[in-house]
């Protein structure tokens, strides 16, 4: 004769063990369950707490069953109760769904068997929803980067650039400038030999001597004053004026 109470006395014992704070025994009044024998309760989740990573799933039930008089050879009785994120049609789904594998294992403890199918069934029906989201929010996420164009700066395309912006710039100040000006003539410049012939060149020495002197300011030569040609309009009046001096010269000799 099967030992009934025996059975379900050690099925308590490793219920225990095995689920530890998830397991506790409730009063009766407080299972929903038209009985007053002794009742108890396990938190199910759709992820164990020792499995790697953030638990996507928040869903969560009580799973509350008492041993009838011939429990295993009778299903238990078993009432759901939401913790976090069910509704009332997950858990008339989900209890079907117990009873009916609690009908396929009569003849052997199976209140583990339930827990364990109702965890899958939680991953089920809300981790694939998370999967989903995950995904939408990852391809979102793609649309938001942005993706840069162009080629990269360096040193050198720095430089081509600001050459550029400097040329531009230019440009767009000759076109500010009034038409009077740019149609204006230059001012004709004196040449190299022209400078030195009209006595500026012994005036800027005379100047020059005042200022060793009397310790004033040194005269600084406009590079304006000159076209590119008057160093050898310069150097070819020296040499005429000394061609000459050295023919005075021959001739007050002889």
């Not at 069910?86 to 209890?95: G, H």
């Not at 339930?114 to 069934?121: D, I």
């Not at 710039?169 to 003539?185: D, F, I, N, S, T």
């Not at 006595?199 to 600084?220: F, M, N, P, Y």
Request: negative net charge; glycine residues 4%; aromatic residues 6%.
């Amino acid at each position: 004769m099967t030992d009934f109470k025996q059975e379900q006395d050690m099925e308590i014992e490793a219920l225990e063990a095995i689920l530890m704070e998830d397991f506790k025994e409730i009063h009766s009044g407080e299972s929903g369950l038209s009985t007053s024998n002794r009742c108890f309760q396990i938190k199910v989740v759709a992820q164990d707490d020792d499995v790697d990573g953030p638990i996507t799933n928040p869903a969560q039930l009580a799973l509350i069953f008492s041993h009838t008089e011939k429990y295993p050879d009778e299903p238990p009785l078993l009432n759901l109760k939401s913790l976090q994120g069910l509704s009332t049609e997950d858990l008339r789904i989900l209890k079907e769904k117990l009873q009916q594998e609690a009908s396929e294992n009569l003849g052997m403890a199976m209140i583990y068997t339930l827990v364990t199918s109702a965890k899958e069934w939680l991953a089920d029906r809300f981790c694939e929803d998370s999967a989903a989201e995950i995904i939408e929010a990852e391809e979102a996420a793609k649309d938001d980067i942005v993706i840069p164009h162009g080629e990269p700066v360096t040193v050198e395309t720095f430089l081509a650039w600001r050459e550029r912006f400097e040329a531009e710039l230019a440009l767009e100040r000759a076109k500010l400038m009034p038409e009077a000006a740019l149609a204006a003539p230059k001012e004709k410049k004196l040449s190299g030999r022209q400078w030195f012939e009209s006595g500026r060149a012994k005036g800027a020495a005379a100047v020059a001597e005042e200022s060793d002197e009397e310790d004033e300011e040194d005269i600084d030569f406009d590079e304006d004053d000159f076209e590119d040609d008057d160093e050898e309009d310069m150097l070819e009046h020296y040499l005429a004026e000394k061609t000459d001096s050295s023919t005075h010269s021959s001739r007050r000799a002889s």
